[in-house]
């Protein structure tokens, strides 16, 4: 047993990693600054529970019995504990350092790509959990199936040497990886620039020993190239133009057809076997494509498939329901990047809403600056002639950031092209404007990343719209 402790323990990636670590019977501890100053107080109690004991931010957690301490990129070289850590000579490594170790040892499903990696491993997670393989899991969006266990929701161990991953490219920690099987959804605008991408999943295929890529994203042309094995799923029912190329015999498999959209339901069919899901958009269509063809190497049949997705429970901030009062919707949504944005506007569409009113706070002031124009025009293209936008500013997390674009510009840039879209920089002003013009058949959706509040800002809408609706 070993005596571990984290430095910014509430990050998704470090919270699964110290779950993990707990799991095994180490000694853990962490610290994050949220906690401090008394946020994101739900996955404090879930580490707790598991036996993680969490102090303040200031050194104290760690002491000379301490065997390792764990940081992310996120943590700066002058915070107390790293200093702390380094005056007593105790062992530092980087999360992606402990992650990779840790995922090297198992029979992998690393799940990579810009958009749709969360809900493509939960839906991986519960066939293979279904088909009675008892997988392991380590992911950056909390399965609501295990958060309704007492869990956080985005770790796992489980009793097989199978262990499903969210790969994330954001750090290039996905390139640490040996995975048995690697999946590659889609590279888009995101963290990094398409060709800097292109470059990390190129290294990520080569170390995979089997890939399974899509068939529909030209950016992945090439990536087949650094694989000794490949297939590829193909989600559209449509021949697409940007179809890879030599594919093998089996590309032809896991296509969607018959797509119909319900309300906050999708029905389709792979290969002619139907299948039902909790979920609206054609999107979620193909994540469940890719989720068919990645079990499919496991043996497992798509009609085995089909039978475990109907009881799919969903991912927490991923298409979430938060409730519903007076005959309007409210929903909560990790989407934050350009592709995300226009998935899921298109997909609350489909799920027949009268009207979108979409609340969209940018991450950061560096992503939102650098993707300015491609935000824009996700909106642009999102956005019905009836929808409503609302920005608050823009989340600032700490440090030392250069704030020379606010959400004001993005508003004007989407107004000036004719969508409804409105500048309020405090989020309870927003909540009262919603008050006065939410309808029955809207859509309220809360959208954006990194501000562990915002599920709190999206509870607390729906209560105000409950109580305004006190028939429901």
Same mark, same amino acid.
């Given at each position: 047993?070993?005596?571990?402790?984290?430095?910014?323990?509430?990050?998704?990636?470090?919270?699964?990693?110290?779950?993990?670590?707990?799991?095994?019977?180490?000694?853990?501890?962490?610290?994050?600054?949220?906690?401090?100053?008394?946020?994101?107080?739900?996955?404090?109690?879930?580490?707790?529970?598991?036996?993680?004991?969490?102090?303040?931010?200031?050194?104290?957690?760690?002491?000379?019995?301490?065997?390792?301490?764990?940081?992310?990129?996120?943590?700066?070289?002058?915070?107390?504990?790293?200093?702390?850590?380094?005056?007593?000579?105790?062992?530092?490594?980087?999360?992606? #350092?402990?992650?990779?170790?840790?995922?090297?040892?198992?029979?992998?499903?690393?799940?990579?790509?810009?958009?749709?990696?969360?809900?493509?491993?939960?839906?991986?997670?519960?066939?293979?959990?279904?088909?009675?393989?008892?997988?392991?899991?380590?992911?950056?969006?909390?399965?609501?199936?295990?958060?309704?266990?007492?869990?956080?929701?985005?770790?796992?161990?489980?009793?097989?040497?199978?262990?499903?991953?969210?790969?994330?490219?954001?750090?290039?920690?996905?390139?640490?990886?040996?995975?048995?099987?690697?999946?590659?959804?889609?590279?888009?605008?995101?963290?990094?620039?398409?060709?800097?991408?292109?470059?990390?999943?190129?290294?990520?295929?080569?170390?995979?020993?089997?890939?399974?890529?899509?068939?529909?994203?030209?950016?992945?042309?090439?990536?087949?190239?650094?694989?000794?094995?490949?297939?590829?799923?193909?989600?559209?029912?449509?021949?697409?133009?940007?179809?890879?190329?030599?594919?093998?015999?089996?590309?032809?498999?896991?296509?969607?057809?018959?797509?119909?959209?319900?309300?906050?339901?999708?029905?389709?069919?792979?290969?002619?076997?139907?299948?039902?899901?909790?979920?609206?958009?054609?999107?979620?269509?193909?994540?469940?494509?890719?989720?068919?063809?990645?079990?499919?190497?496991?043996?497992?049949?798509?009609?085995?498939?089909?039978?475990?997705?109907?009881?799919?429970?969903?991912?927490?901030?991923?298409?979430?329901?938060?409730?519903?009062?007076?005959?309007?919707?409210?929903?909560?949504?990790?989407?934050?990047?350009?592709?995300?944005?226009?998935?899921?506007?298109?997909?609350?569409?489909?799920?027949?809403?009268?009207?979108?009113?979409?609340?969209?706070?940018?991450?950061?002031?560096?992503?939102?600056?650098?993707?300015?124009?491609?935000?824009?025009?996700?909106?642009?293209?999102?956005?019905?002639?009836?929808?409503?936008?609302?920005?608050?500013?823009?989340?600032?997390?700490?440090?030392?950031?250069?704030?020379?674009?606010?959400?004001?510009?993005?508003?004007?840039?989407?107004?000036?092209?004719?969508?409804?879209?409105?500048?309020?920089?405090? #989020?309870?002003?927003?909540?009262?404007?919603?008050?006065?013009?939410?309808?029955?058949?809207?859509?309220?959706?809360?959208?954006?990343?990194?501000?562990?509040?915002?599920?709190?800002?999206?509870?607390?809408?729906?209560?105000?719209?409950?109580?305004?609706?006190?028939?429901?």
């Amino acid at each position: 047993m070993k005596k571990i402790h984290f430095t910014g323990i509430g990050g998704s990636g470090m919270s699964a990693l110290s779950q993990i670590c707990a799991m095994e019977s180490n000694s853990v501890s962490g610290s994050d600054r949220d906690f401090d100053i008394g946020k994101n107080q739900f996955l404090k109690d879930k580490l707790e529970k598991l036996g993680i004991k969490i102090f303040r931010q200031d050194g104290g957690g760690i002491d000379r019995r301490t065997d390792i301490a764990v940081v992310s990129t996120a943590v700066e070289e002058t915070n107390p504990e790293i200093l702390k850590a380094k005056y007593l000579g105790i062992k530092l490594i980087h999360r992606s #350092r402990m992650l990779a170790d840790y995922v090297n040892r198992f029979k992998t499903i690393a799940v990579g790509g810009t958009s749709g990696k969360s809900t493509v491993v939960a839906m991986i997670f519960t066939i293979l959990s279904d088909a009675g393989f008892s997988p392991g899991l380590i992911t950056g969006g909390a399965m609501l199936e295990l958060m309704e266990k007492g869990f956080a929701g985005n770790a796992y161990k489980g009793t097989s040497d199978i262990l499903v991953i969210e790969a994330d490219e954001s750090d290039g920690t996905i390139a640490e990886y040996r995975p048995y099987l690697g999946v590659i959804l889609n590279i888009t605008n995101d963290h990094k620039d398409i060709p800097e991408l292109k470059r990390i999943f190129s290294k990520f295929a080569g170390r995979c020993k089997k890939l399974l890529l899509n068939a529909d994203d030209r950016n992945l042309e090439k990536l087949a190239e650094h694989a000794e094995f490949f297939s590829a799923y193909s989600g559209r029912s449509q021949s697409s133009r940007h179809r890879l190329r030599a594919m093998p015999p089996c590309s032809g498999k896991y296509r969607i057809s018959d797509f119909k959209a319900g309300s906050f339901c999708s029905e389709f069919s792979i290969d002619n076997v139907g299948f039902f899901l909790p979920l609206p958009g054609m999107c979620n269509a193909e994540n469940a494509a890719a989720a068919v063809a990645a079990c499919a190497v496991f043996g497992i049949s798509i009609e085995q498939a089909s039978r475990a997705l109907r009881k799919y429970r969903g991912v927490h901030r991923r298409f979430q329901v938060i409730g519903r009062a007076g005959g309007i919707t409210v929903m909560d949504d990790y989407a934050h990047n350009p592709a995300k944005i226009k998935a899921f506007l298109e997909s609350l569409h489909s799920a027949d809403a009268r009207r979108v009113i979409a609340i969209y706070q940018p991450q950061g002031f560096a992503p939102t600056r650098h993707f300015r124009k491609e935000l824009v025009n996700a909106f642009i293209s999102g956005l019905g002639e009836n929808d409503i936008l609302f920005m608050p500013e823009i989340y600032y997390a700490g440090g030392a950031v250069v704030k020379d674009i606010s959400s004001r510009n993005l508003v004007d840039d989407i107004a000036a092209q004719g969508r409804n879209a409105f500048y309020i920089s405090e #989020r309870d002003k927003i909540t009262e404007r919603l008050m006065q013009i939410a309808k029955t058949g809207d859509i309220i959706a809360v959208m954006g990343a990194r501000d562990p509040s915002l599920p709190e800002f999206a509870e607390k809408i729906f209560k105000a719209i409950t109580l305004s609706n006190p028939a429901g």
